[in-house]
């Protein structure tokens, strides 16, 4: 394989070697199939409405666009403090024992742990979280925060926000961390959906509200003694 | 406005069989918009849109125990392919048929839900006189007349229509009352379809290439979403408006472009596919005269019980108009 460079310096344009594809099936590309194939497929693909299950079955992503500016949306969404702001009932956040992990209370006085990775340069803050235990961190909620003038021509962000479905949704590894009687988090899954895009309105209004009247972007965070 | 039923439906369906060979090579395995029937009919070629009328009419006459000559006030027909471009069959139908109408309606729009246009007029004009009786006539002969030609029958969309006759009795009634009928107009749509010969003549100018129908190809995107879209839409307002629940829908009957849209629509309606009476694998795409022949169909298989809420919609051409009906049954 020629490095571009080397690829540049031949002259003309790039082609696809047929050979590398040539042992590869089920590929749908112009050359072999063509547009009345293509528009069957299309149409096959295409329902009017689709059942809750095929949409959110395996993956929720819920979208919004918030009126500010990426920058400051990131900033927000990289304190993983802010997360006792716009949550549903993710509260007491504090260090746990692995750096980098804090430890805090879910509904019903569950404990959750959270790592918060961020990249500023790509604008993702993805949360790696788990219930009952922080050495495995397996409920990952991805988030992409993309500059709505690049994509919408207008200004603000649009947050992207994926959840997948992990296998441990489906059953309790650790059950014994479980308080008797406790549902499981998993159970839920069907209203992810549901329960993603209240939150993310949540996020939304506070990170608006902020910006639109000049306050600092939060969390806004007092002292309390335990 | 008065209480209006529909009393009986009709069919005729032309003799000759067409299978899938009579096409392009590949017609068979085609999916998507032009998934093409197993079978479907095609008019013979002296046989015109009168004929066909004459023969279903005269059975639902029959079997109603109607006398053409007192009871029809109304005759309404609508025919995709007219047997003369300047006027309509309407007149020599009623002679045939021995029938005096007062009024006599060709219609030339509504196309695939053409049979709920001339629903609601028969209603309108019932209520506004003492007109009783009104014979509603679809003629689908598009697939023998345009679509059989030797260069026309190699395109994709060419295995897709049949031909039929579907006729209907509407009587001022409280048999098997009209619940309610919705309706719209989208002009914005009317000129996504068109007759067009290869040669770009128009097709009252004189010239060898054949005349085919088809959607413009720049805007079939936009046709599929606003199918998949407007018949629900009229089925769920139709119900809303008569206060009953889509779910308590007996049977659905619509036109039958084809089978995804079919498929997406009682999708969008949650209603099984028991539900959703079609004869599309059978007779193809029957444009307006589907509506009567598949409720004929229906009836003959037993689907529709005393009582049952009957749900008929669709829409026409492009999408440029769209209407939906429901009718408890006697």
């Known amino acids: 394989m020629p490095a571009p460079e080397e690829r540049e310096r031949a002259g003309g344009v790039p082609a696809v070697d047929p050979r590398g594809l040539a042992s590869i099936t089920g590929l749908v590309r112009c050359e072999e199939y063509d547009r009345e194939a293509l528009g069957e497929q299309i149409t096959e693909l295409t329902h009017t409405v689709y059942p809750h299950h095929d949409v959110y079955g395996q993956i929720v992503t819920v979208h919004a666009h918030v009126d500010c500016p990426p920058a400051r949306v990131f900033d927000y969404m990289a304190d993983p403090l ?81 959840n997948l479905r992990h296998p441990y949704y489906d059953a309790n590894p650790f059950p014994e961390l479980s308080k008797p009687g406790r549902e499981w988090v998993g159970d839920w899954w069907p209203f992810f959906y549901a329960g993603h895009t209240i939150e993310l309105a949540n996020l939304k209004a506070i990170v608006e509200y902020r910006y639109r009247n000049d306050l600092p972007p939060g969390p806004m965070l007092r002292a309390v003694t335990p | 406005m008065k209480t209006v039923s529909l009393l009986g439906v009709a069919s005729y369906l032309p003799e000759r069989v067409v299978t899938n060979d009579f096409f392009a090579a590949g017609a068979a395995t085609r999916k998507g918009m032009f998934t093409a029937p197993t079978t479907r009919r095609h008019v013979a ?172 190809d720049e805007r079939v995107a936009a046709i599929i979403d606003r199918g998949n879209r407007i018949v629900p839409e009229m089925v769920r307002r139709v119900c809303r408006e008569a206060h009953v629940r889509v779910e308590d829908i007996d049977l659905l009957i619509t ?74 049954l006697g």
């Open chain 1, 82 to 162: 802010s997360l006792l702001e716009w949550t549903y009932s993710v509260r007491e956040l504090r260090p746990a024992n692995e750096p980098g992990v804090l430890v805090g209370v879910d509904a019903g006085r569950t404990p959750i742990y959270v790592r918060t990775v961020a990249c500023r340069e790509a604008l993702t803050v993805d949360y790696h979280c788990a219930w009952d235990q922080g050495d495995e961190l397996w409920m990952v909620y991805l988030n992409r925060i993309v500059p709505a003038e690049t994509v919408l021509k207008r200004p603000g962000s649009v947050v992207i926000w994926s």
């Open chain 2, 45 to 216: 070629p002296g046989e015109s849109a009168a004929d066909m009328i004459e023969k279903a009419a005269t059975r639902l006459l029959a079997e109603q125990r109607l006398r053409a000559a007192d009871d029809i006030d109304i005759l309404f027909t609508n025919v995709s392919v007219p047997d003369q471009a300047f006027t309509g069959c309407g007149a020599e139908v009623a002679h045939r048929l021995g029938a005096r109408p007062r009024w006599i309606v060709d219609l030339h729009n509504g196309g695939c839900v053409s049979f709920l246009h001339m629903l609601e007029l028969a209603r309108l004009m019932m209520s506004s006189s003492d007109a009783r009786g009104a014979l509603l006539c679809n003629v689908q002969n598009a697939a023998g007349r345009v679509f059989s030609h030797p260069e026309v029958r190699l395109e994709s969309q060419a295995p897709v229509p049949g031909d039929g006759c579907g006729v209907g009795f509407v009587a001022a009634s409280d048999a098997a009352p009209i619940l309610g009928i919705v309706h719209e107009s989208h002009g914005g749509f009317a000129r996504d379809m068109d007759a067009a010969a290869r040669d770009g003549r128009r097709y009252w100018e004189p010239g060898t290439s054949p005349i085919t129908i088809r959607f413009t």
């Open chain 2, 255 to 328: 036109n039958q472009p084809n089978p995804i849209f079919l498929r997406n629509w009682r999708e969008a309606l949650e209603l099984s596919r028991h539900k959703h009476h079609d004869t599309f694998d059978r007779y193809g795409n029957l444009f307006g005269a589907a509506l009567p022949i598949n409720l004929e169909d229906a009836l003959r298989e037993g689907k529709l019980r005393a009582g049952a809420l009957l749900a008929l919609g669709g829409f026409s051409h492009a999408g440029d108009y769209a209407a939906a009906a429901l009718i408890r």
